[in-house]
């Protein structure tokens, strides 16, 4: 009734020991429970002997085993997942009873420190496959990590019997019991030669790239010296060719005025004319040359940004220009309460100059000039100053070409400039970290704007 139809032939194996007087001990087989289930059971059957010593019976103890053998199974699939995981990965497995009693390593770990399977490990075989100058870190790391209860991890070169070397990463941890006695060292390793020479020639790279860069800023350097010498040279060139220059044209403004003054009588009214045409010139020609050199400092000139009241320096602006507004009998209105930007004063100052003389000079015969000056925040860094006025108005397709240098949209005849005053604008704005543009249509007047960065709130 018990025994499994597979399993009937162990009964005669089993009768028969006991017939020659021996033990049965721990034998492992099947049984049948009530119900028909199959039960793992491991069994230990002696034979009972009679005052004469004769056998009459036999004495059985069946337990079972059923849970123990579900657990080594697991255990065996645990086992084999991680044989299977280890030779994938090339990972080392190394076992230690503490203190170093007994060293298992699986044969992916012998490898790495260049030993046969069959290698018998000890401590002393470990540290000997270490490389010698690695190998007194190495035991006291090892020693460091079971002492102060913490994870081990190592990197250290290893030799192989052929004297090849290997950089190994080890990584474990030690086990204590309750009382806190370290009693086993278990971890893994893996060969991290491949990465050990991908960061040598990296950092081989990185020497050599600190290298040049030093090389090329060096050369940055001296080419900017140069730069700056060839520009402080230019600037010595263009002062004296603009001094040069402007000194033929203040003789022929003196000689013209004199012409003028002192000789209109013996002219004619055509020699009267001509007089005057060159005196306009002189003057155009001399304001052209000035406004050339501004432009030219301006673009590497150093600037000192600093709180400006925008309030107050409008008003030192409306003052040097008070009598070209008296004379067009202009209305400049100020908004109240301007904010601060953080620009440099003497630039900010030329620039709403410059502005605002071309608000005052590009309008229809006749108009009288009315210009608002306002602003406002355009976001948490900005401030936008807008220059509204009624003049004669820019068409679109024409408001990024009035910023470039020589760009004159109007008629020379109707209104005097020299192309420049705009160019100026722009890059000034830019020089101090802003932008400049323009909002206009042909007759209907133009408004300008400055954006500057604003003034951080304490």
Request: aromatic share 6%; with cysteine.
């Amino acid at each position: 009734m018990l025994l499994p139809p597979d399993r009937r032939e162990e009964e005669s194996g089993i009768m028969a020991q006991l017939r020659r007087g021996e033990c049965v001990k721990h034998f492992e087989t099947v049984r049948i429970a009530k119900g028909g289930r199959e039960v793992e059971v491991s069994l230990t059957i002696s034979p009972i002997r009679n005052a004469s010593g004769n056998i009459v019976g036999a004495s059985k103890i069946a337990r079972d085993i059923t849970e123990r053998k579900q657990a080594e199974a697991a255990l065996r699939v645990s086992r084999e997942r991680l044989d299977m995981v280890t030779q994938l990965t090339e990972i080392g497995l190394w076992y230690c009873d503490l203190p170093f009693d007994k060293l298992v390593w699986n044969p992916k770990c012998k490898e790495h420190f260049g030993l046969p399977p069959d290698t018998e490990v000890t401590i002393q075989v470990f540290y000997d496959q270490i490389h010698p100058e690695d190998r007194e870190r190495t035991r006291q790391t090892v020693e460091n990590s079971i002492a102060e209860h913490k994870s081990y991890d190592n990197d250290f070169r290893t030799m192989t019997l052929d004297g090849r070397m290997r950089w190994i990463r080890a990584i474990g941890r030690a086990f204590y019991d309750a009382a806190g006695k370290p009693i086993r060292f278990d971890g893994i390793t893996v060969d991290v030669t491949r990465h050990k020479e991908i960061e040598q020639k990296l950092g081989v790279a990185k020497a050599q790239i600190s290298r040049h860069a030093a090389e090329l800023e060096k050369r940055v350097t001296e080419r900017t010296a140069r730069l700056q010498e060839s520009i402080q040279a230019l600037e010595g060139v263009l002062y004296h060719v603009a001094h040069d220059l402007r000194a033929p044209l203040r003789a022929m403004q003196g000689f013209t005025s004199i012409l003028l003054n002192d000789h209109s009588p013996k002219l004619d009214e055509k020699g009267e004319d001509y007089a005057q045409r060159i005196s306009i010139a002189a003057s155009r020609m001399d304001r052209l040359i000035q406004d050339l050199l501004a432009y030219g400092r301006l673009a590497h000139t150093p600037l000192s940004p600093s709180r400006v009241n925008l309030a107050w320096e409008i008003e030192v602006v409306r003052n040097r220009l008070a009598e070209e507004i008296k004379a067009k009998h202009a209305v400049l209105q100020v908004e109240q309460s301007l904010p601060e930007v953080q620009a440099d004063p003497a630039v900010l100052g030329e620039i709403l100059a410059q502005v605002l003389r071309n608000a005052l000079t590009f309008v229809a015969p006749g108009v009288t000039p009315r210009i608002r000056v306002r602003a406002e925040q355009t976001g948490p860094p900005f401030i936008r100053i807008w220059v509204e006025d009624n003049g004669v108005g820019i068409e679109p397709e024409h408001h990024e070409r009035i910023f470039r240098v020589f760009e004159r949209l109007q008629l020379e005849d109707v209104y005097i400039g020299t192309g420049i005053g705009l160019a100026l604008v722009r890059k000034g704005v830019e020089r101090m970290g802003g932008r400049a543009g323009v909002e206009s249509r042909l007759g209907e007047g133009s408004r300008f704007w400055l954006e500057l960065p604003a003034v951080a709130k304490e």
